[in-house]
């Protein structure tokens, strides 16, 4: 295999915020190791998309599929960079022709945690409390637990949203578990939900890295750093969002969990006022996830009731 070198380095694209760039260099890391190879035969490359640059609207109203990764799959595709590192949970469930997602990071921490400047528990919000989220899942499955609740848009990276509490834009948001970790944000009062308590998004917690299907050399470099567990737990939760026309931007939720080789997972979605929610789960051989997610969806699709998926109309 022709291995990258400094003056021929392996270019790994990825999002611009501390987070993107923290998963990036835990790509780069992986591959160094894998491979042999010093930090200077890799190059991370921070590409801006349109997620990243429009901050004043929510993200229903300026699109649904692709909008944390459009951009750099154009600059994969163009052959501006060799890899793109990508959040699983922001990833359409379809690629462009010509490019493949078949390597995983192991899975971080995949559930949500609640975060409140005072460390209390979303249990111990007062009636009326304000909760920030961008998220149509988060926002729905909150408003289905406690109605009593006010929800507000709140984007922005993990630095943002932090800032923003403290200038009382809101008394509490939700946060990534597997996010805060990867930034080693020990400092920042919060806690983890269990799954039975809200269940998170499709694919949260994994880093995935794409790639151009023609390209034998990053197949091959990517698939010493592969992690089979994390593939196979994906494959059944992201057969799951398709089955649904979903994406990140859809109130769907699920987890697929590996025990002695078999797979087990729960889904959900819900209306985005958070008034009805249904719930389908199951279990398969660890090699049968795909067919798992596709059956429990088309369950939820029998039983959901006329309107249900009103929201799949943009």
């Given at each position: 295999?022709?291995?990258?070198?400094?003056?021929?380095?392996?270019?790994?694209?990825?999002?611009?915020?501390?987070?993107?760039?923290?998963?990036?260099?835990?790509?780069?890391?992986?591959?160094?190791?894998?491979?042999?190879?010093?930090?200077?035969?890799?190059?991370?490359?921070?590409?801006?998309?349109?997620?990243?640059?429009?901050?004043?609207?929510?993200?229903?109203?300026?699109?649904?599929?692709?909008l944390f990764?459009?951009?750099?799959?154009?600059?994969?595709?163009?052959?501006?960079?060799?890899?793109?590192?990508?959040?699983?949970?922001?990833?359409?469930?379809?690629?462009?022709?010509?490019?493949?997602?078949?390597?995983?990071?192991?899975?971080?921490?995949?559930?949500?945690?609640?975060?409140?400047?005072?460390?209390?528990?979303?249990?111990?919000?007062?009636?009326?409390?304000?909760?920030?989220?961008?998220?149509?899942?988060?926002?729905?499955?909150?408003?289905?637990?406690?109605?009593?609740?006010?929800?507000?848009?709140?984007?922005?990276?993990?630095?943002?949203?932090?800032?923003?509490?403290?200038?009382?834009v809101a008394?509490?948001?939700?946060?990534?578990?597997?996010?805060?970790?990867?930034?080693?944000?020990?400092?920042?009062?919060?806690?983890?939900?269990?799954?039975?308590?809200?269940?998170?998004?499709?694919?949260?917690?994994?880093?995935?890295?794409?790639?151009?299907?023609?390209?034998?050399?990053?197949?091959?470099?990517?698939?010493?750093?592969?992690?089979a567990p994390?593939?196979?737990?994906?494959?059944?939760?992201?057969?799951?969002?398709?089955?649904?026309?979903?994406?990140?931007?859809?109130?769907?939720?699920?987890?697929?969990?590996?025990?002695?080789?078999?797979?087990?997972?729960?889904?959900?979605?819900?209306?985005?006022?958070?008034?009805?929610?249904?719930?389908?789960?199951?279990?398969?051989?660890?090699?049968?996830?795909?067919?798992?997610?596709?059956?429990?969806?088309?369950?939820?699709?029998?039983?959901?009731?006329?309107?249900?998926?009103?929201?799949?109309?943009?």
């Amino acid at each position: 295999m022709d291995l990258p070198t400094p003056d021929r380095p392996f270019r790994i694209g990825t999002r611009g915020s501390p987070l993107a760039l923290a998963q990036a260099h835990e790509t780069r890391a992986r591959l160094m190791r894998a491979h042999g190879l010093p930090e200077e035969a890799f190059a991370v490359v921070a590409i801006k998309t349109t997620g990243d640059r429009v901050q004043d609207r929510p993200l229903k109203e300026i699109g649904g599929k692709g909008l944390f990764t459009k951009e750099i799959e154009e600059a994969l595709l163009a052959g501006a960079i060799d890899v793109a590192v990508h959040s699983m949970k922001d990833m359409p469930t379809e690629q462009p022709a010509g490019l493949v997602l078949d390597a995983y990071l192991p899975r971080e921490d995949p559930r949500d945690a609640f975060v409140a400047l005072d460390g209390g528990t979303l249990a111990a919000l007062p009636e009326g409390a304000v909760v920030g989220t961008s998220s149509l899942r988060r926002g729905a499955q909150l408003r289905h637990r406690r109605p009593d609740l006010r929800v507000v848009e709140f984007r922005g990276n993990v630095q943002t949203r932090m800032r923003k509490l403290r200038e009382g834009v809101a008394d509490a948001t939700f946060l990534a578990v597997a996010g805060l970790n990867r930034l080693a944000m020990a400092e920042v009062p919060r806690t983890a939900l269990e799954p039975a308590e809200m269940l998170p998004a499709i694919a949260q917690g994994a880093i995935g890295i794409e790639r151009r299907g023609a390209d034998d050399r990053a197949g091959a470099m990517l698939a010493a750093i592969h992690d089979a567990p994390t593939g196979l737990r994906l494959a059944c939760e992201r057969a799951f969002l398709a089955a649904l026309d979903g994406s990140c931007e859809t109130p769907i939720a699920g987890l697929a969990e590996l025990e002695g080789g078999r797979l087990r997972f729960r889904g959900e979605i819900l209306r985005p006022d958070g008034s009805e929610v249904l719930t389908a789960e199951g279990e398969a051989v660890e090699g049968e996830g795909a067919e798992l997610g596709e059956r429990l969806a088309r369950d939820l699709s029998g039983r959901a009731p006329r309107g249900f998926f009103d929201w799949r109309a943009g």
